[in-house]
């Protein structure tokens, strides 16, 4: 069982930068990648970015790549989302979540373990 909690959102300018924490409770949890995903109003739940249990593999959306980094520290139980030049269709609110690595890339249905998401505002 792992309990998954974010935390880092906010109201940023376009241009600006957030760093979302992902903090996790449960044991082994260096055995699990996670990955963030998140959802603008009326819009389908979408992958932003993933990490191995070990750190070593990081996968990111099209969307992001160059902007986004996902990071570990297996030693605070904690996933990082540092998110460069924000822009406002960057809004909305981002979820992480546990899973084994093919899960995560396979979309967010069947994910085991989620946070309860963080609210991100990118103004123009």
């Known amino acids: 069982q792992v309990q998954l909690v974010e935390s880092g959102g906010g109201l940023v300018q376009a241009g600006g930068s957030l760093r979302l924490p992902c903090a996790a409770s449960g044991r082994s949890f260096s055995t699990y990648a996670v990955g963030w995903f998140r959802q603008a109003p009326g819009k389908e739940r979408e992958f932003v970015a993933a990490i191995s249990g070990s750190g070593g593999d990081t996968y990111y959306a099209e969307s992001v790549k160059g902007r986004f980094t996902i990071s570990r520290d297996n030693g605070k139980n904690t996933v990082y989302l540092q998110m460069n030049s924000l822009k406002p269709e960057d809004t909305a609110v981002y979820h992480c979540?546990?899973?084994?690595?093919?899960?995560?890339?396979?979309?967010?249905?069947?994910?085991?373990?989620w946070g309860q998401g963080t609210q991100v505002t990118v103004s123009s």
């Open positions: 979540a546990a899973d084994r690595w093919i899960k995560l890339l396979g979309g967010p249905s069947n994910i085991a373990y």
